[in-house]
């Protein structure tokens, strides 16, 4: 990325519990078509394996992760604990999020933290990586992530997200990866709309593979706005119409973004489908 090539990165949802035999399987398969692979924090907040621990273990078989960490469940002590033992393992990136709310997962009874926002939380990466713990304390060596942050082109009001971002930037952020957007004309104004900012962003694009998935991202998930055509789509073909639309997306903004994010909904294996679809159909 830092050399202008296009990159590709996936997405695994670590396992529900310490075997991580289905984690490998799913790392292997996409392994040969992405440049990396991100392993989410206890995303929807519901409980899963440490991503801290999923991504050593990708890491151990050869296949560059990328650790998401959130504010959601750590305060600033947590975070910065962490982030040096991901430093010490040799971790090379990091998304930084704010973390889905306790309410929607499977522990609505847990407490959140928050003592942060994602923002804040590149600033604290920030000083880590110059060597300097959150209060000013030097540390014996810095930490040396590439470090990210996320965007949805998809809010309603796009100006304030075109704000965030730049202070993202500000704060340290040197990529972008998106939130899904499944309107091609919304995700290309978006887009448009960042360049100026010149970051590096890739495009989020999840990947739709049956009508109730759709209908339950639609229901459930905020932040995602899920057009009647697309529901259209796939109450007609379903998983076909779910791969096609991925596609058509990839090749509607590749122009205006340096890559792609690609997410399932516990599908992982219908990735290198899209991908190879996309590759033939882009040359």
Not at 148 to 155: F, Q, R, S, T
Not at 259 to 266: E, P
Request: hydrophobic share 45%.
């Amino acid at each position: 990325m830092e050399r202008g090539e296009r990159v590709i990165t996936a997405e695994i949802t670590p396992p529900k519990g310490a075997g991580v035999k289905k984690l490998l399987q799913h790392a292997t398969l996409l392994k040969p078509h992405v440049d990396a692979i991100n392993i989410t924090d206890c995303q929807r907040a519901l409980v899963k394996m440490s991503s801290l621990a999923a991504c050593k273990v990708l890491l151990d078989n050869g296949v560059e992760p990328v650790y998401q960490l959130t504010c959601r469940d750590r305060n600033s002590i947590a975070l910065q604990s962490d982030l040096m033992g991901a430093g010490a393992l040799g971790i090379p990136n990091l998304l930084c999020l704010t973390g889905d709310p306790v309410k929607v997962g499977d522990q609505p009874n847990a407490k959140s933290v928050f003592e942060i926002e994602s923002t804040q939380l590149l600033k604290l990466v920030g000083s880590l990586q110059k060597g300097r713990d959150q209060s000013g304390a030097k540390m014996n060596a810095p930490t040396k992530f590439f470090v990210g942050a996320v965007v949805n082109p998809v809010l309603t009001n796009e100006s304030s997200q075109l704000k965030r971002m730049e202070k993202k930037i500000e704060a340290g952020a040197r990529f972008f990866q998106t939130q899904a957007c499944y309107s091609v004309a919304t995700f290309r104004e978006f887009l448009k709309e960042a360049v100026p900012f010149r970051a590096n962003v890739l495009a989020g694009i999840l990947i739709l593979h049956s009508l109730e998935i759709a209908q339950y991202l639609k229901a459930n998930i905020p932040g995602v706005a899920m057009p009647d055509d697309v529901l259209s789509r796939l109450s007609a073909v379903g998983r076909e119409a779910g791969i096609e639309l991925a596609v058509e997306t990839m090749l509607g903004v590749a122009d205006l973004c340096q890559g792609f994010h690609l997410m399932t909904v516990r599908e992982e294996e219908i990735i290198p489908e899209v991908l190879e679809r996309y590759h033939a159909r882009a040359r």
